[in-house]
């Protein structure tokens, strides 16, 4: 909503750019096919306790001091429209708040989705920390993101069948 997992997005991007070739899309951009892909890597903030929906948006939105990064759906809503896969790797990330470390993660919601689609989930949803709702992101957490994407990677490269 307001750029913090937008930032959290580029660094693994970084990350994942190193080895493999990069395509990013903002959720309510983002192909409802996302087709043949060595690995789908899928983030959002974690709203009261997971996935966002529309009231915890509009919440947000209401919150917000500029133009907000995604003004319609969320990956809750971009993951249910997906279909089962027979192959496929995919990992999960979040924005959650540093302080208090309270329960649930929209990313472990979104890789539990996704894993049940037929994706290979290549690492544990990862939340990446943020220090307020509106950011900034905590200390270290961008460097952190792009060695996670390095690391998502390298796990593509070593389970491929080719
Ligand atoms: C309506 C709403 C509910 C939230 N609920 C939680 C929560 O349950 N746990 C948490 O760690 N952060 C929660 N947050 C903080 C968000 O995680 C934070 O706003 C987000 O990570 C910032 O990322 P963004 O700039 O990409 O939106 C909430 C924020 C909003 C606006």
Redesign the pocket.
């Known amino acids: 909503?307001?750029?913090?997992?937008?930032q959290i997005a580029e660094a693994i991007a970084e990350g994942l750019s190193r080895t493999m070739d990069v395509e990013m899309f903002e959720v309510g951009l983002a192909p409802s096919d996302p087709g043949d892909l060595d690995l789908l890597a899928v983030g959002g903030?974690?709203?009261?306790?997971g996935l966002s929906r529309k009231s915890?948006r509009e919440?947000?939105a209401d919150?917000a001091d500029g133009p907000l990064?995604s003004a319609g759906i969320g990956i809750r809503e971009w993951i249910g429209g997906l279909g089962k896969v027979k192959s496929g790797a995919a990992v999960a990330f979040?924005?959650?708040?540093r302080k208090p470390n309270?329960p649930?993660s929209a990313a472990r919601g979104a890789a539990k989705r996704l894993k049940r689609l037929g994706y290979r989930m290549l690492l544990p949803g990862e939340p990446f920390l943020?220090e307020g709702?509106?950011?900034p992101i905590t200390d270290g957490e961008l460097e952190r993101a792009r060695k996670w994407g390095e690391q998502a990677a390298a796990g593509v490269a070593s389970t491929s069948t080719g």
């Open positions: 909503m307001y750029g913090n997992t937008l903030p974690t709203h009261q306790f915890s919440q947000a919150d990064i979040d924005t959650s708040i309270l649930g943020v709702a509106t950011g």
